[in-house]
């Protein structure tokens, strides 16, 4: 491989990055020959909440995303700092629960956070785990969002997923480090 381009800029994240391209969330980058994604809200952060419901099911979601041309099955998620300047990783997992699934949680969880796609993006994610969820509305997202709530028993939740993939949804890969992090920690210890 050749790393003549390859420079170690961990003192200063901007050294030698030219902008390719600025949008509203999304900055394209080149730093010697590497290209990467940055967002440009809230330092690149984003939350995906693990949220099972009082009755022992376990609350994904559904709907379009443009990048992949595809519906896809997903834990409620959102962008940190996106619209609220003041966001944190809680507050920001709060807001999100209630505006795509109707849930509200009287309280959360931050476990871990970390990159999404670190060869190609800054974003990082965190999981959080929603508990003593109350219904306080229908979800469904805000604006164009179209998001679809379903809400399947735990024991029976890795099959349904699987049986969404062979109907041509798109499964996020991350749903299952959040069905194992239902009932444990990040450090294998119980929850």
């Known amino acids: 491989m050749d790393t003549s381009d390859m420079h170690d800029t961990r003192g ?3 050294a030698g990055t030219e902008t390719l391209y600025e949008g509203q969330w999304l900055r394209l980058n080149r730093r010697g020959k590497w290209e990467f994604a940055e967002r440009t809200h809230g330092k690149g952060m984003a939350v995906i909440i693990i949220a099972v419901t009082p009755d022992d099911r ?3 979601v559904d709907q379009f995303r443009a990048p992949l041309g595809s519906r ?7 962008l940190v700092g996106d619209d609220h300047a003041d966001d944190t990783l809680a507050s920001a997992a709060r807001r999100e629960l209630i505006e795509e699934t109707g849930w509200e949680a009287a309280r ?4 871990l956070v970390g990159p999404t ?9 965190a999981f959080v785990r929603a508990l003593d969820l109350t219904r306080v509305g229908a979800g469904g997202g805000v604006d164009d969002e179209d998001i ?7 024991a029976e939740a890795p ?4 049986a969404r993939q062979a109907e041509g949804y798109e499964l996020d890969l991350k749903l299952w480090a959040g069905l194992w992090m239902i009932d444990r920690n990040p450090d294998g210890s119980p929850a």
Not at 72 to 78: C, D, F, S, V, Y
Not at 159 to 162: I, T, V
């Open 12 to 14: 200063d994240a901007s």
């Open 108 to 111: 959360v969880d931050v476990l």
């Open 117 to 125: 796609s670190s060869g190609m993006s800054n974003e990082r994610i």
């Open 148 to 154: 679809t709530v379903h809400e399947i028993p735990r």
């Open 58 to 60: 376990v609350v994904f």
């Open 72 to 78: 896809t099955i997903e834990m409620p998620a959102g």
């Open 159 to 162: 099959a349904w997923l699987m």
